[in-house]
């Protein structure tokens, strides 16, 4: 019964990190990402954050994106200071072709710096990527 049990790769579903420039604060701040780099929209995009080191965590977060166009992005949540030294998970679900897809996402503590910077697919803009 297992066996026939379908569960499809995700490929193209990226999440980032971007160093921002944040108008409203007048301050840099973190901003997580979800890109989509397929060459077909993703529909009923879902994105549940936590952050995890040891006995610490944080709440479990869920983002409700919707359908995100082929070669786009769009933005999750702001990513505080101290959050960078916690593991940070973001596991995505979403539908494409009449399949759902589901994949964990984790960015391993003090991973979310400038020295991991390069270039992101989609955005015109430098930050940490996990694929």
């Known amino acids: 019964m297992k066996k026939d049990i ?3 790769i995700v490929e193209g579903v990226y999440i980032a990190v971007i160093k921002e420039w ?13 890109i989509n780099d397929r060459d077909t ?3 009923m995009v879902l994105v549940v954050t936590k952050g ?11 983002h409700g994106i919707g359908t995100m166009e082929a070669k786009s992005s769009a ?4 990513l505080q200071e101290e959050l960078l030294g916690m593991n940070n998970e973001f596991v995505v679900t979403f539908f494409a072709e009449s ?3 589901d994949k964990k996402y984790v960015f391993r503590k003090h ?16 930050g940490v990527l996990v694929k």
């Open 6 to 8: 379908e569960i499809p």
């Open 75 to 78: 933005k999750i949540e702001m």
């Open 52 to 62: 995890y080191d040891g006995d610490r965590k944080t709440s479990l977060l869920r």
């Open 111 to 126: 991973t979310i710096n400038e020295n991991a910077f390069q270039n992101l697919p989609v955005m015109d803009q430098l």
């Open 41 to 43: 929209a993703i529909e």
């Open 22 to 34: 944040d108008e409203e604060f007048l301050a840099q701040h973190w901003n997580s990402y979800i």
């Open 99 to 101: 399949k759902m897809y």
